[in-house]
Each structure stands twice: as C-alpha cells, then as structure tokens.
C-alpha cells in the first residue's frame, strides 16, 4: 500500500537557542552588535553617563553594523533623567530633501510586493541609489544627545571607540556573508558598494576555520577621525559635507548643501502613556509608532488576565489590527510604507545613577539605499521609501515633508523616575514586539529573562498575522478563529519577528537582554 505523504511546512531550524543577560550595578548597554556595547560600555567605565555611552554604542555601530544603521542615517532617542518623571525626546527623523520632485518618482501600474505594499516605481527609484535619499541626521541626533545630555566628555572621545573598530574592519563572519547576500543584487550596481561589499562579485565568505578575518568599509574610518578632528558640524558644513554633496550631485540626488547645512536634531517632550498600576510610558510620538501603541495600551488596559492566555492574545490580535486600520486609514492610504526587513538597529543603555536611553536609528531597507558614498565611506539611507509614490496622498513625496515611521523606544516611569528602557528593530514589527515585551514584564511579572524568550505573535496591519509555532496548542487554535494566521518560526532568516533589546533596573543593580535570534547581539554590563 502507498504511503500517502504530504510535506509539512518546512521548519527553518531545528535548536533551542537562548540569550543570556547582562548584570550590574555600574551600567549595562544592549545593542544589536556586542562589539558596539562593549564599546558603550568603555565610556560608562571612564566616568561617561548613559548619553555618552549611547553616542559611543551607535558611532561604533556604523563599523559593526552597517546595513542598519550608521551616519547616513536617521533616528529617535528618550533621555530619561534618574529621579524625573519624564523624559525627553531627540528627534532626528527622517525629513525629504528640500528639491524633492514627486515626478521624478513615475509609477508602473503595478504594486510592489517584495519588499513592501507601495505602488512600484519605475526602476525603483524610491527604494535605492540617490533618489532614495533623505537627510542624514544620526550625527545631528547623535551629537546633540552627548551635547544636551552627556557628562561633558568630548565628542571626539566618544568617537575613539568607533574608529578603532573601523580601522580593524567589519567581521568576516557567516552573518556579515548573509546580510551582504541578501543585498547583493543590488549593491553591485553602485561601484564603492560593490568595492568593498562584494570582493571579485561575490559576498565575502567566512573563513572555512581559523581566525577571524575583517575587511574595511572604504573611507568611513577617515571620516570618522575627520569628526574626531574637525568636529561634528563638518559632516553638515565642512569637508565631509562637501565630499557627500559632490557625489550625491554627481549620482544625481536630491540632496544639497543646504539640506545639510540646516539639519538640526530637535528636543521635544515626550509623549506619555498611562500604564496600569501608577507606570507611565514614555516615546516618541508624532509620526512614531507611539500614537498607535497608545491606542493598543489603552485598549488591552480594559482586560485584566492573569497570564498571557489565548483570550489575551486574540484580543491583542484584534486591537493591533483595529489600531492599523485606523493608523493607515489616518494617512489616507490602504497599504503600508515600511518594509519587513529587520533593517533598523535599537540600543539600551543605563549608567550607575539610573539615567536611561533608548535610542532607534536606521537607515530603512537592509544596505539603505545601498549607495556607498566614495568620497567619504557613509553609506545612505533611503527614507524617501517611507513616503506613498501616489501624488496627493497624505504621506505623499513633497519636499522638506516627514513620512510616517514605525521606530518605538519606550522608557517606563514609575512617577519617582525610570524604571526600564526598551525597544526594537523590524519596521511595522516593532509596535507588537514592544507592547507584548512591556505586557509581558509589567502585567504578567515575567522576568527580564522570561520575557525575552516567550514566544510571541506578529500583527502588522489590519488583514493578517503571524504566530511562533512554540505558542500552546489553544492560543494558536483561538488565532486561527480569527483568519488569516500564518505559524512561523522564530529565526535568524526569515525574519518574521522584530528584534528588542531593554534594561531594566532591579533591586541591587539593573539587568539588561537582547533579541534571541540577533546572532551578534548582547547586553553587556560595566565593571
């Protein structure tokens, strides 16, 4: 008799993989990269504050990981003062530069549906090479954060870290293989791109055995002692601006001497968010994910369960896609800007006194626009993906305009001062990982361990969701009720999850963990 077989989905792993946890009483810094912590880690044991520790973390991160973030990107950090109820904002968001033309961006008729549910433009203009790009505020935001919120450390201190590990290189590991891989078709059609990311046309492959090899990323490490030496407004006015505008003009771009020249972090207040039993949140707000995880927050609030259970989870499945159907209804838009790659970085850090930052900088897609600017060694952005290609819309490309964005650092006050800190990377992900992370710790009294590695689901608009296969048998049949549920897992690729990291402080020190699956991520505490 034939056996009669049909394949299962195929599973992408078959481990148990575990994050440990950083604890301390000097500091602790979480970040996507360990080398980036460590390097925030060095400034806390020089005498720097939580400020200082998280401009040093994402300097070094435009070494160690360049396809998500570095200084041809953007961002949104909260400084929350020990001892006060409120933090603040340092917003560096994405803006349009100020000659933006929407019919530079002609659509095809046909939807896009790799990468992201937008219209398609021709040549995909939008998604990479010099049309692509906004302003490049990271050095704005991340200097002003050592500026208005540091110790009163130096700047080019803060930078010594970084430019060590620029002078050393980039990793050459098999996860630096496969994010350039997965960027390849793309990167070999911009010359400094394919010079440095694909040796002879092809990714560089991991040695077989043996030591660690590195390789440089061009002219970044020279860029960033130019900022050690000249001082961070040269990226903006100086001979790192010149160098950038001279070659974006020469590919083309939008981008001018005066968009750089008026770019500007800005310090707002943050927005609050009541939490049950007294808590506070504290985040972005404006064209955050913020709005809408108040929305979730205030909805889930009507619900007291004892444990995450599967009416808790349908009723988070539902609210999450009731609040994207309002979100994206709010832009005027049916469909979604961000795209699914884990392609923004977040990091965590609080200092010996209780200050505490949650800083998420990005540079979008995985690779940016995948232009590496020659001259300089930066790597660009391509935020003009966040904005819909249909003229007339209202997150329509319009000059000097700023898209709507998903990135979501959260820090959590108990009305006397901070008391956690926490976000993540993944686009539309962010917002369910951020808000089960917090329900989690705060509602259900996991640990910081325990809540790290408890399975979660994925909503990321108002249609469909994702579940981890590892979630009880009853949660996953009470999502299925609802439609449109896909069981994955959680892995290093695909990702189908986004990627926190958070700190939070303890009686007798502070703890901090990273994402599971993130597979050079750590939190990393000071001595």
Request: aromatic letters at 6%.
């Amino acid at each position: 008799m034939a056996i009669a077989y049909a394949p299962p989905p195929f599973a992408t792993q078959n481990w148990q993989v575990t994050k440990p946890t950083a604890r301390g009483t000097r500091g602790v810094v979480a970040s996507q990269s360990r080398a980036a912590a460590e390097a925030g880690v060095a400034v806390l044991e020089a005498g720097g504050n939580a400020a200082d520790a998280a401009v040093a973390t994402a300097f070094a991160l435009a070494a160690m990981e360049p396809w998500n973030s570095g200084l041809g990107g953007i961002g949104f950090a909260l400084f929350h003062k020990a001892g006060e109820a409120e933090a603040k904002l340092l917003d560096f968001g994405p803006v349009a530069p100020a000659a933006s033309d929407p019919s530079a961006f002609p659509m095809t008729g046909k939807m896009k549906q790799d990468l992201f549910s937008w219209p398609e433009v021709e040549g995909d203009r939008n998604i990479h090479g010099p049309l692509s790009m906004v302003i490049p505020s990271s050095v704005a935001g991340y200097a002003t954060m050592a500026e208005r919120f540091g110790s009163g450390l130096p700047l080019a201190e803060l930078l010594g870290p970084a430019i060590a590990l620029a002078r050393r290189g980039l990793p050459q590991d098999w996860y630096t293989t496969l994010k350039i891989a997965n960027s390849a078709k793309v990167l070999r059609l911009y010359e400094e791109s394919a010079r440095i990311y694909l040796p002879d046309g092809l990714p560089p492959v991991a040695p077989y055995q043996g030591a660690m090899s590195y390789f440089r990323l061009g002219q970044l490490p020279a860029t960033l002692e130019r900022l050690r030496d000249a001082g961070w407004r040269d990226f903006y006015e100086g001979e790192i601006a010149a160098s950038i505008i001279a070659d974006v003009k020469a590919m083309g771009g939008f981008l001018s001497a005066e968009d750089l020249r008026d770019c500007q972090a800005q310090i707002r207040p943050a927005l609050s968010i009541p939490w049950r039993g007294g808590l506070t949140l504290q985040g972005a707000g404006g064209l955050t994910a913020a709005p809408t995880l108040a929305r979730v927050v205030a909805e889930m609030a009507k619900l007291d369960p004892a444990a995450p259970d599967a009416a808790w989870f349908s009723a988070l499945a539902r609210t999450l896609r009731s609040a994207y159907a309002e979100r994206l209804e709010g832009l005027g838009a049916t469909t979604a800007p961000e795209s699914p790659e884990t392609c923004t970085t977040h990091l965590t850090v609080v200092d010996a006194e209780g200050n505490m930052v949650a800083m998420t900088t990005t540079l979008l897609s995985s690779m940016g626009s995948r232009v590496v600017l020659p001259g300089s060694g930066v790597l660009m952005n391509n935020g003009m993906m966040w904005f819909d290609p249909r003229p007339g819309s209202a997150n329509a490309i319009r000059p000097g305009a700023r898209p709507l964005c998903n990135m979501c650092p959260v820090t959590v006050s108990d009305g006397r001062g901070p008391v956690m800190a926490l976000g993540a990377s993944g686009g539309r992900r962010i917002l369910a990982s951020v808000y089960q992370t917090l329900a989690y710790l705060l509602d259900f009294g996991m640990s910081v361990e325990e809540a790290a590695h408890f399975p979660r689901i994925d909503v990321s608009g108002p249609d469909d969701a994702t579940a981890d296969r590892r979630l009880p048998a009853d949660v996953l049949a009470a999502l299925e009720a609802q439609g449109g549920l896909t069981l994955v897992d959680h892995s290093v690729l695909p990702v189908n999850f986004a990627c926190p990291n958070l700190i939070r402080a303890e009686q007798g020190g502070m703890v901090g963990i990273t994402d599971v699956m993130t597979p050079w991520s750590a939190a990393v505490a000071a001595r």
